[in-house]
T-cell receptor, first 113, second 122 residues
Framework: AQSVTQLGSHVSVSEGALVLLRCNYSSSVPPYLFWYVQYPNQGLQLLLKYTTGATLVKGINGFEAEFKKSETSFHLTKPSAHMSDAAEYFC???????????FGKGTMLLVSP | ETGVTQSPTHLIKTRGQQVTLRCSSQSGHNTVSWYQQALGQGPQFIFQ???????GRGNFPPRFSGLQFPNYSSELNVNALELDDSALYLC?????????????????????FGPGTRLLVL
């Protein structure tokens, strides 16, 4: 069975600092990996995804993530945090042979001035 | 291109009642998935509909049921509501590219989410 672990339910950074949100997964087959962002009282917005090919994936709003098979990780980074990045971030995995997403519990990103 | 829409946005019900939530898929998409997001948790898969048939189900009891219509819109029905059913219900649409001897989900299939329906059961 697939599973996703997001380390840290809350991450606090200062505006302009590096953002690093951690995601580790388990999957019995090559996974497809996703990061979604959820702003308060809204649905989920796709930030980026990894399916096949290049392991460094660039997404919207300056975010990127790197798929590391040996570490079963897909950490999300952004070089410089902006106040508007404050939101909850969810990592999700989908086995390549199936269509359902398994989500982590989420990480709330707090950005201070 | 229209995105995924859901109605209503908020709903209050009492224990034991029944509720129907609605979802219109993104233009060009043919598959709808439903998720339940309890407070402070990640979304959990309820079920998925493709070609008007259930195409996978998570660990939810039979009182959670659904429908998909020819225009690919979908409904989620919950009978005999319980307090623990209070949550944000998310609908996601995607495009299943087709089958070749069996179901295969390629990298084209990305799920796009609606804004959700927040259900409160009292």
């Amino acid at each position: 069975a697939q599973s996703v672990t997001q380390l840290g339910s809350h991450v606090s950074v200062s505006e302009g600092a590096l953002v690093l949100l951690r995601c580790n997964y388990s999957s019995s087959v090559p996974p497809y990996l996703f990061w979604y962002v959820q702003y308060p009282n809204q649905g989920l917005q796709l930030l980026l995804k990894y399916t096949t090919g290049a392991t460094l994936v660039k997404g919207i709003n300056g975010f990127e993530a790197e798929f590391k098979k040996s570490e079963t990780s897909f950490h999300l980074t952004k070089p410089s945090a902006h106040m508007s990045d404050a939101a909850e971030y969810f990592c999700a995995v989908r086995d390549s042979g199936y269509s359902t997403l398994t989500f982590g519990k989420g990480t709330m990103l707090l950005v201070s001035p | 291109e229209t995105g995924v829409t859901q109605s209503p946005t908020h709903l209050i019900k009492t224990r034991g009642q029944q509720v129907t939530l609605r979802c219109s898929s993104q233009s060009g998409h043919n598959t709808v998935s439903w998720y339940q997001q309890a407070l402070g948790q990640g979304p959990q898969f309820i079920f998925q509909y493709y070609r008007e048939e259930e195409n996978g189900r998570g660990n939810f009891p039979p009182r959670f049921s659904g429908l998909q219509f020819p225009n690919y819109s979908s409904e989620l029905n919950v009978n005999a509501l319980e307090l623990d059913d209070s949550a944000l219900y998310l609908c996601a649409s995607s495009l299943f590219p087709g089958t070749s001897g069996g179901a295969f989900w390629g990298d084209q299939e990305t799920q796009y989410f609606g804004p959700g329906t927040r259900l409160l059961v009292l």
